[in-house]
């Protein structure tokens, strides 16, 4: 018992690491996911990977394979291109998703351009992205400042947050808070997405906000217990998948996404508001 | 004969370029797919080719993307030089869309292959390439000119290929490559001393993927790497933890990072073990003309240097 599950995080600092910093990103970015999913935007996430080119090639161009300015320049591309959509979308008819798409089309094609300048044939993605196995100090901070500024945000900003992602027409109508918040939410989903890929790459950054969120739906419809459920089940994704990367030796990013995987589908049959139970429930009720 | 095959090359030049020049005027269009490659190309042919190398110096070939130019570039040339063994992920299609008359020759013909060290125990855990992967060399390790044996083979085909698409200079080549041999046969020596002046107990080390398998067989360097071949695999926290364990037992007793790939995971190794980075080892790619491996004889020296360096100095 103890040699499985305790053992590994004492023995090898690397392992606490990659515990401390996956734990950390759930912590910010599970409540994050949940407010995105509420939104319909649960694509974001994929679309913001490229989104950031730009910004991590301007800063390749000016510093050379630096991570901090490649790291800047990818976050402020982020902004740019979900502000961008976030005005679009709020000012004119076109919903957040078409927009979002042609921004992040236009900032990835910026991005391919910019990279075949220099000519070089190094992947920049590949060395911006980092791994959940290669923790080191800085990026352990980076992450728990994020979260940190995220859960501050989230505490500050809940009611009108809640207001705004259930019935925004609502918030506009009691209050002039709507369009502010909605682009403090976007600059959290940013801030959270491009910390998450410097640390410890897309798919964990994007899956860990998501796959949780995305299975706690079906348990509950209330936003503060989907949000708690929500980084419980990252927690113990994080957990599970690390320890199957350990025992099993799988590639621990897409070992702790598949265990959220499992827990989504898992959901998706036997949750409150799943297949089976909202089934047996519908046919009660028709009967009654 | 020679004047039939020059009257060949005469031919496909015209149909290529524009008119009849006396074909020994006009060098040898060559590319090369890679900077090792160019290298070589580049002792064999002499001043008597116009080379173009296609990945440059600190380019990484895994994950290359062809440019327009590439395409122009490959329609001209006569003779285009590749490593084969699905190095060149990139390269097939290049080939295809250039419509290129040119003869494509994988210089790995007649190199003895080995297979990828996902076989062996200690690395069984690297055959987990992610789905996406569309750079999967399969089951043979293309990185064949890490031995030098093997690059002797390179010289070689590229010194008849080149015979063989103008004749005319087919002594020249000959006199280059044999010229060029002999330097290779004097690296070898050097590198063998270097690693008999290593004690066999301490003849393993940790680099960032995979690119070393012939290197290891030619000299019996063993080199341990938490990623798999290519550049695109991801680590598992096993293969990590099995790394660190190695170094604890005194088992690898230096680190290093290499040119292409991303340096965090072996930093991190590094800093839990206690082991200092040795420096940088020069696996798929030549450094610039000020780098310290901006030849093939320059790479293999540098990367023994280093790695004689590491070990002895710990």
Known sequence: ?288 | MQKLSRLAFALSVITLITPALPAAAEPLNVVASFSIIGDFAQNVGGDRIALTTLVGHNGDAHVYEPKPADAVVMAGADVVLVNGLHFEGFLQRLVEASATKAVVVELTKGVETLATAEEEVEHEGEATHEAEDGHDHGATDPHAFQSIANAKIYVKNIADAFCAADAAGCDAYEANAAAYTGKLEALEAEVKAAVAAIPADKRAVITSHDAFGYFQHAYGITFLAPEGVSTDAEASAADVAKLIEQVRHDKASAIFVENITNQRLIEQIASETGLKIGGTLYSDALSDANGPAPTYIDMMRNNIGAIKGAILGS
């Open chain 1, 1 to 288: 018992m103890y040699d499985y599950f305790i053992a590994p995080f004492i023995e090898f600092g690397f392992m606490q690491r990659a515990l401390a910093g996956s734990l950390l990103l759930s912590l910010s970015s599970c409540p994050v996911g949940v407010f995105l999913m509420l939104r319909r935007m649960s694509l974001t996430g994929d679309a913001m990977a490229h989104a950031i080119l730009p910004g991590a090639a301007a800063g390749f161009l000016l510093y050379g394979l630096e991570i901090v300015p490649m790291t800047i320049g990818g976050l402020i591309a982020g902004v740019v291109v979900a502000m961008g959509a976030g005005a679009v979308s709020r000012f004119t008819i076109q919903k957040e998703d078409a927009s979002l798409a042609a921004f992040y089309l236009i900032s990835l094609a910026l991005g391919v351009l910019i990279v075949s300048l220099r000519g070089s044939s190094v992947d920049l993605m590949h060395v911006l992205f980092g791994t959940v196995l290669a923790l080191n100090d800085e990026a352990l901070k980076l992450i728990a400042s994020i979260a940190g500024v995220t859960l501050l945000t989230l505490a500050v900003f809940w009611r009108a947050l809640v207001a705004e992602c259930l019935d925004p027409l609502f918030l506009r109508s009691v209050s002039r808070l709507g369009t502010p918040v909605h682009f403090v939410f976007l600059g959290l989903v940013v801030l959270n997405l491009v910390g998450g890929f410097q640390a410890l790459g897309t798919l964990l950054s994007v899956g860990l906000m998501m796959l949780p969120a995305a299975a706690a739906r079906f348990w509950t419809s209330r936003v503060e217990p989907m949000c708690l459920l929500a980084l419980v089940i990252g927690f113990a994704s994080c957990v599970a998948g690390l320890l199957l990367s350990y025992h099993a030796s799988l590639p621990s990013g897409p070992a702790i996404i598949l265990s959220a995987g499992v827990v989504y589908l898992a959901s998706i049959l036997l949750g409150p508001r799943g297949v089976l139970r909202s089934r047996v429930r519908h046919h009660r009720h028709r009967t009654a």
